[in-house]
Structures are given as structure tokens and as C-alpha cells.
């Protein structure tokens, strides 16, 4: 079946160092791949996505990068500050006749002052 | 900002008690689906709800998981006899479209302790 693999599962930076977060997909229909950001006692957030027409896109300290021939997927995260600690989740859209979106097993970053 | 709210946010049973957790959805969306996430492992899909009926369901939503669009604004899931194993917290989404490539908007979620 349709799976999503994430590293790392815990990621420590000093405030201020980048961070990456890499997924793999292995449905290779997958088009759609947001990425989500969940905060204790809150549900997941999403921060970013990107489509598989799109090789990279990015939203001021965030950036994603897709390589379909490669089927995987990176977070990366600029400028790290203690706000941005949180758990990270990729996820993947399989095509257009199913609703459901496969997530990763999610990344806890924190960010040291 | 619209937002997903659900309630409760947290909701203790008994082991073959029925719950019911309930979701408003944004107010424009179309498209209704249920997760769970069980303690320290991925978020799940469920269900995917359109026009009243479900238009996908997972292996986890057997016959003890119903969902049901009430009125025009709520969103339920049912589970009629909870075990252990439906511990987790279950979270709410929804969207403008329908497939994989819309974007989904998450609810804070119901953390489900079956005793």
C-alpha cells in the first residue's frame, strides 16, 4: 500500500541554524504534498504545500522541494526560531479518486535559544 | 480565520460504551474526513464524507464507525462499542474540494481515552 517514510524523528538546532526535514513516498501517482505543522494540544496546521508541476516553492523562512523521479520530498526551515519547535509532518495526495492523504511519521524540531 | 472546532477535547469511556465526537467544519467547505492519530504514531485517514454520504473509508472504519452530517453545520463520528485500541486522538478536517490535492484544514481534535 501507500506509504510515507520522514527522517528524522527528532531534530535539535540552535536558534538562528537551519533545519531539514526529508520524506519519501513510494506511490508514484502521488501529486499533492503538503506539509504540516502540529503544536502541543493542536491539531496539524498546514504550512506549506507543493504540487508535483512544481520542483520547489517557498513562503519566506520555509521551502520545499520535490523530485518526482526520486519520489521525496524536503522541508527546510531558515533562520530557525524557538516558535518554529513544533512536530512536522509531510504528507502525500494520491491521485484524484481518493480523498485520502498518507502522512509521515513526523519530526519533533526544537529550537535552542 | 475560519476554523475546524471540535468537541470535547478530551472524552473518557468505558470499553463498549458508544461516543460521539462532534466537528463543525468551515462554513464554505464541501468535503468532510475524520483522522486519528494513535500516541506517537502517524496521523491516520478514516473517512471521507461529500453530499451527505461517504465517498471514502479506510480498513480502520469498520462497522462500530458511522459519520452523519446532523444539520448544516455539524459533523459527527460514532463509535458504537469502543474497545482499548480507539484511544487516540481524533481530529476533524475539511475542504473546498474533493482529492487528494486540496488543502485541508485540521481541527484541534478529541482525545479519546477508552478505559
Known amino acids: 500500500g501507500e506509504n510515507v517514510e520522514q527522517h528524522p524523528s527528532t531534530l535539535s538546532v540552535q536558534e538562528g541554524d537551519s533545519a531539514v526535514i526529508k520524506c519519501t513516498y513510494s506511490?508514484?501517482?502521488?501529486?499533492?504534498f503538503p506539509w504540516y505543522k502540529q503544536e502541543l494540544g493542536k491539531g496539524p496546521q498546514l504550512i506549506i504545500d507543493?504540487?508535483?508541476?512544481?520542483g520547489e516553492k517557498k513562503d519566506q523562512r520555509i521551502a520545499v522541494t520535490l523530485n518526482k523521479t526520486a519520489k521525496h520530498f524536503s522541508l527546510h526551515i531558515t533562520e530557525t526560531q524557538p516558535e518554529d519547535s513544533a512536530v512536522y509532518f509531510c504528507a502525500a495526495g494520491p491521485s484524484y479518486n481518493t480523498d485520502k492523504l498518507i502522512f509521515g511519521t513526523g519530526t519533533r524540531l526544537q529550537v535552542f535559544p | 480565520e475560519p476554523e475546524v472546532t471540535q468537541t470535547p477535547s478530551h472524552q473518557v469511556t468505558q470499553m463498549g460504551q458508544e461516543v460521539i465526537l462532534r466537528c463543525v467544519p468551515i462554513?464554505?467547505?464541501?468535503?468532510f474526513y475524520w483522522y486519528r492519530q494513535i500516541l506517537g504514531q502517524k496521523v491516520e485517514f478514516l473517512v471521507s464524507?461529500?453530499?451527505?454520504?461517504?465517498?471514502?473509508k479506510s480498513e480502520i472504519f469498520d462497522d462500530q464507525f458511522s459519520v452523519e452530517r446532523p444539520d448544516g453545520s455539524n459533523f459527527t463520528l460514532k463509535i458504537r462499542s469502543t474497545k482499548l485500541e480507539d484511544s487516540a486522538m481524533y481530529f476533524c478536517a475539511s475542504s473546498e474540494g474533493r482529492g487528494g490535492g486540496e488543502k485541508l484544514f485540521f481541527g484541534s481534535g478529541t482525545q479519546l481515552s477508552v478505559l
Open positions: 464524507f461529500y453530499n451527505n454520504e461517504i465517498s471514502e
Open positions: 506511490d508514484s501517482a502521488s501529486n499533492y
Open positions: 462554513s464554505n467547505h464541501l468535503y
Open positions: 507543493i504540487r508535483s508541476n512544481v
